[in-house]
């Protein structure tokens, strides 16, 4: 697939923007667990996900993570180019949940062509504007939310994603995703599987009753 | 002061861009307490603060309050106008936290100028990311900072904005811009007090030991 099927308003860029992209963009493939922007270090660039699976996230000093959002194809990535905008004052890390094929667009040059053009300027806004929905959401969750209705919402959100009850998660991979400590997740875990909504066993958590689970989530 | 002493980008702006803006802007005062948005029920418009100061916050079902920011002269309230984005999907309440005037401007005015101007689309990327910033700031906080650091930091930055050690605050209020329950905040306050690092009377926490607040805010 060509740059042109991904790139949004497209059509409304000059053929020289157009030029310009296709000379500077280049397409790559990484493989699951690459970590492809590291906080405040680098500015990768813009990343057009052409197919797979982007992670973002943020770290604290003691290394706990907490999921931010998701990216997946046409999906773009914003903040792996924060340098762009000096009013962007955080760092997320952004890592390839599955194999991932994207194309990198140079952080410069997108921010020139931003400068110049008001369809791409207002669209790079629609961008932000979901990205902003999705953390003030999750700030929501944390706040208001007890971890149980986190939990079982992570649970169904994740058997959606993968097209399976059966899901290959460890606890402290579930912590990562949630921003909680592994043993708060074995805890709550257990507790489901008492109650009947999970089956466990080694690196494996089985969804077993789906509507339990929904009702929980939903509280 | 004029409008165009407040807008930004006013000098970018076409000579009939001015003159819709000078048309639709109403100059207005609010009293201290005024609600002037109050989440996804209405479309206000933007706020452009010309003197006083607003503070942004959300709500949980059960009336719970949590401070995202605070705006003060010259700032731009984006969220009191979400309707102009589909992709903003959440609700925010502004409220005057003392007598504010400020200038409002109609969201489909804004909305029909930052489509034709990349310099006002582009401007207001930046006022979006720098909300961003702030919430996420505020998350970090949430997620990796005990109580007793948000509260230190919490009271050292309102004797900043009242210049003044002693706050008028009750537990309540306190609780609300920090998403608390009154009594966690009132038990804290008196573990701060007895550290010596406050002095509480009926409605007021006066700061007595502002060296040890901020080794505790950092820490």
Chains 1, 2 share one sequence.
Not at 63 to 91: K, N, V, W
Not at 136 to 157: G, N, V
Request: hydrophobic share 40%.
């Amino acid at each position: 697939m060509e740059l042109a099927q991904y790139f949004p308003v497209w059509d409304q860029l000059t053929a020289q923007q157009q030029q310009t992209l296709l000379e500077s963009a280049s397409r790559q493939n990484v493989k699951k667990g690459t970590v492809l922007h590291n906080g405040g270090a680098d500015c990768t660039g813009l990343l057009l996900v052409c197919s797979g699976q982007l992670r973002a996230y943020i770290l604290s000093e003691e290394g706990r993570e907490i999921t931010l959002y998701r990216l997946f194809e046409m999906d773009i990535c914003l903040f792996s180019a924060s340098c762009m905008m000096h009013s962007i004052q955080f760092d997320i890390t952004v890592e390839a949940e599955r194999d991932t094929t994207f194309w990198l667009i140079p952080a410069e040059v997108y921010k020139n062509m931003m400068e110049a053009s008001a369809p791409l300027a207002n669209y790079t806004n629609e961008i932000m504007a979901s990205r902003f929905s999705e953390v003030m959401w999750l700030m929501e969750q944390i706040m208001w939310k007890s971890f149980d209705q986190r939990l079982a919402s992570f649970l169904l959100e994740e058997a959606g994603l993968e097209g399976s009850n059966q899901l290959k998660l460890t606890h402290e991979i579930i912590g990562n995703h949630l921003g909680s400590a592994r043993e708060v997740v074995t805890r709550m875990l257990r507790y489901f599987q008492n109650e009947g909504m999970v089956r466990l066993s080694r690196g494996t958590v089985e969804l077993v009753d789906l509507e339990k689970l929904k009702n929980l989530a939903k509280a």
